[in-house]
Structures are given as structure tokens and as C-alpha cells.
């Protein structure tokens, strides 16, 4: 089977929010030996936009967002240990990652913690509903390069700038750079809230980061 039919069957999995369709499709481009990068940056990212957009415009439901959510997140879990190390670079830096508190969203967090791993990061994902104390004791123990952060909502983006505020007090930030992303965010909130850098999807997020570091 050919990458752009396999492409087609991961938007269609999304868009049906078909688990099963899902995991035959993620299966499949293993056994294929096709690189699961571009399924995810082709097929599966832009479906679960087209479905951001159905819910905005209320010709999609919550659950059917959910089950879209479930059949993207099903084919990630099976394609992400198979992600080509050949792209794997030298080891760039350290980057702790994760959603913050009171936000459940992961599923753009999951995919940008995997590229900057493919591309040589050392990355620590928290999780999801992160509370911005944990990320600072993280900083604290890891010394990492850079901290980056996700929020969908407009309800959790304070905890973005709370987190500046944070790193600030515990004399941390002047050591570690900053990195915001997810839907909700934009690069006039991050030069607001003082962070050094904003990213719009996980192709963005590598650029960025390999730039940070430098
Ligand atoms: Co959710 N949800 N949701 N949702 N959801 C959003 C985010 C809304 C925008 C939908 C809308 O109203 N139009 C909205 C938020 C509105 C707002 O605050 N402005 C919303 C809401 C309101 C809610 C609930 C409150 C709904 C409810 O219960 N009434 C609830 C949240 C509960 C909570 O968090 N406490 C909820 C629940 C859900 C799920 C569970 C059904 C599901 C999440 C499943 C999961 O993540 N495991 C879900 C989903 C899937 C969405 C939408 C449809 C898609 C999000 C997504 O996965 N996009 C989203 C609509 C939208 O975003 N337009 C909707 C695909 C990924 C690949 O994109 O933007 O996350 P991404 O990530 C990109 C990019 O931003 C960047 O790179 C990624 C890869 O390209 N990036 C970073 C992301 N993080 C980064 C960090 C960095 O450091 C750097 C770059």
C-alpha cells in the first residue's frame, strides 16, 4: 500500500473517529516501512484540525471529538516506537515539556515531545494538568535547556505567565529558556508574559528549540 493511501486511511480513521481503522492503518504503515512522521504531520494532524474546526462550528459533538481524539491518539501509541532514529541527530539539549494545570489537552504536547526526541532532544514529558509548582521543581532538578508548555484553552494560559513569574522567584530563568504552544497561545501572548519563544505546530517547535539552544 502506497504513503498517500495510507495517508488517506489515517485522515478518514480521524475524521470517523474509528479506533480499530485507526490501528490497522498505524499497523500497517509499520509492516510498510513507511516513516510514521509523515502520517502524523500529513494524515492524522490535519484531520484532528478539520475536527477542531467541525466542533467550533458545531457540526461536531463532544463525543465526537473524543472518539476522533481516541482513534489519533491509538494510531500515535503504536507508530511513536517506531519512529526512524536515523533522523536522530547528535544530542541536541534537554527540554522538559507538559500541559499545564487544569488542561487535559496532549495529544499536539505527545506529538511535539516525539519530533524534538527524533531530532536529538532529551526530552521529559510530564503529562497533561501539570501543575506550574511541578514544572519548576522539574527546572530545578533536570537543569534542562528549555521548558516548553501547552494550552488549548484561554482558561490555562495563565498558567504560562504564572510560570515566568515563578521561574523569576526562584531565581531559575535567567538558566533555562522558555517555549509556549497550543491552540490557545499566539506569539503576542508570549512576548507579553515575557517568554522567549512561541510555536505553531512540532515542525516549528524543533526550528525553534535548535535556535533557543544555540
Ligand atoms: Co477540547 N477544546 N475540550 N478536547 N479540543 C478545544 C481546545 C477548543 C478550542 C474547542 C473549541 O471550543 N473550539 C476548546 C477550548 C476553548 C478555549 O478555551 N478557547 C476546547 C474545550 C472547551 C474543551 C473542554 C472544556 C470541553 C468540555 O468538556 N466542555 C474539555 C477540556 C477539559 C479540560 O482540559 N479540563 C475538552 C476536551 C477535549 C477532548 C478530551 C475531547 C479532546 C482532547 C483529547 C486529548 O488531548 N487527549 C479535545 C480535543 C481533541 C480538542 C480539539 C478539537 C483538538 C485539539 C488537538 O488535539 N489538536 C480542540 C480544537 C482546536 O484546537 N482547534 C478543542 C491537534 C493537535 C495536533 O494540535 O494545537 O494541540 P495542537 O498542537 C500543535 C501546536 O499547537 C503545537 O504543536 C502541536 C503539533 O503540531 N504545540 C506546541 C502544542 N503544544 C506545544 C507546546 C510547545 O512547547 C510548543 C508547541
Redesign the pocket.
Known sequence: MSKEDLIKQAKQAVLDGDEEAAEAMAKKVISEGINPVDIINEGL?PA??E??DG??NEEIS?PG??V??EAM?TAIEIMEPHISSEETAEKQGTVV?GTIE????????R??ATMLRVYGFEVHDLGRDVPIDVFVEKVKEIKPDIV???S????TMAGQKMLEEKLQAAGLRKNVKT??????TTQEWANKIGCDCY????ND?VLKAKELIK
Open positions: 494532524t484532528m484540525t475536527v477542531g466542533f467550533a463532544l471529538v473524543l476522533a481524539a491518539t515539556i487544569g488542561d487535559i489537552h496532549d495529544i499536539g504536547k506529538i511535539v516548553g508548555t501547552s488549548l484553552m484561554t482558561t517555549m509556549i504552544g497550543g491552540a490557545a510555536a505553531e505546530d512540532a517547535t
